[in-house]
């Protein structure tokens, strides 16, 4: 058959095809719906496992490093195993520690707020008295918690904040079923990443056509890449924004230095805006016992913040992943738009890869035209 006529009939192939899928477009949806549901353990799987394969990766040429030095050289696959354990036991570490460290201090925070607002009750009172203002409710309320102890407050409501998941989770066995599906996947992902990158790496080369399938292998290595780098880069961040915070509130001798330290390390993982809720739970708990005070800590902490977001994160995150400041800044306010919380924190690595691949389409493009005397190829 001849070639043209070849190309004719792919293009009347493909319109009849566009045309059929346009009109049952509810069926092909349902369809598509159904297949991502049944996908899903897997493709979350993949993410967690994405995700963790960045200290994996660091852990493994660690341990690769120290076994050079020791004249050894275990397999890979041991290196994968003692890899994965290390990054689950760091994890743990840092849930436990910022359990072992926030916890007790925001309950200590907390008594220490309300022992304030007893003490400080009458006064208030007193001065609503004096400025007519009924002030019997806050009486009546007051006599009603003048014995409750905070932390029976704080573990009964745990309790019930903990029996109403309970429940929750047990009515939802398919959510329950999925997690832990995704997390057994993506421990298997990450113990045999080698063995998976083999193989995809064979389909590809066997089925897909090099034209296509270099791309593809181009955009999956500086994804890898750019995420990597963006994680370790946080990482830094959010121990350089807590200590900053620790040592301002420390200088000015605010209280709660310690606790607005580590609920700002924890919360900016959240770009540009956890931080915020950090401070302003901070706040409130100051403001209970000196208002000024509460006035003080916030103008030090957007103090702190602004030096940050404008001279540390751009230039730790953004440079980290190669994406000057103001796109590091429209990156967080896309995402967020779009997607909140998931969209402000992945969307800077989505960004750097599109922003590597546009600069790198662009400059090819310049020297090609220079090259060809300013003219377009037909």
Not at 123 to 140: A, H, P, R, V, Y
Not at 356 to 368: F, Y
Request: aromatic fraction near 8%; charged fraction near 15%; hydrophobic fraction near 55%.
């Amino acid at each position: 058959m001849d070639k043209r006529l070849k190309d004719c009939f792919k293009v009347v192939a493909f319109g009849v095809i566009l045309f059929a899928a346009l009109n049952h477009i509810d069926v092909i949806a349902s369809a598509a719906l159904g297949i991502i549901k049944i996908l899903q353990p897997i493709l979350v799987g993949a993410v967690i496992a994405f995700i963790m394969n960045v200290p994996v990766t660091k852990f493994s040429a660690l341990f690769g490093k120290l076994a050079a030095k020791m004249n050894k050289k275990p397999k890979q696959s041991v290196l994968t195993v003692l890899s994965v354990a290390a990054t689950v036991i760091c994890i743990l570490a840092v849930i436990a520690l910022v359990a072992v460290v926030l916890i007790p201090q925001l309950i200590d925070s907390v008594s220490t707020a309300v022992a304030a607002v007893r003490e400080q009750m009458p006064q208030w009172i007193e001065f609503l008295n004096e400025k007519g203002i009924d002030s019997e409710w806050i009486t009546d309320a007051l006599k009603r918690i003048q014995n409750l102890n905070v932390a029976d407050i704080l573990k009964n409501s745990f309790t019930g904040i903990t029996s109403t998941l309970t429940s929750t989770i047990s009515s939802t066995v398919s959510i329950t079923k999925n997690t832990v599906l995704s997390i057994v996947i993506a421990f298997y992902m990450l113990l045999c990443k080698d063995m998976l990158r083999t193989q995809i790496n064979k389909l590809a080369d066997a089925y897909v056509p090099e034209k296509i399938s270099r791309p593809i292998y181009k955009v999956a290595r500086l994804t890898n890449s750019t995420y990597s780098d963006f994680f370790c880069g946080q990482c830094v961040e959010a121990v350089i924004l807590g200590v900053l915070m620790f040592l301002a509130f420390t200088i000015f001798r605010l209280p709660y230095a310690g606790l607005v330290g580590v609920l700002t390390a924890v919360m900016s993982f959240i770009p540009y805006v956890g931080s915020f809720l950090a401070c302003g739970i901070v706040a409130v708990l100051i403001c209970i016992s000196s208002p000024v005070k509460a006035l003080i800590s916030i103008a030090v902490y957007l103090a702190v913040q602004f030096c940050e977001n404008q001279f540390i994160y751009p230039r730790v995150v953004g440079r980290s992943v190669g994406l000057p400041p103001m796109w590091t800044l429209i990156a967080v306010l896309v995402g967020g738009s779009l997607l909140g919380i998931v969209g402000m924190i992945f969307f800077i690595p989505i960004f750097a890869v599109i922003y590597k691949l546009i600069s790198e389409n662009a400059s090819a493009r310049i020297a090609k035209k220079r090259a060809t005397g300013g003219r377009d190829d037909e």
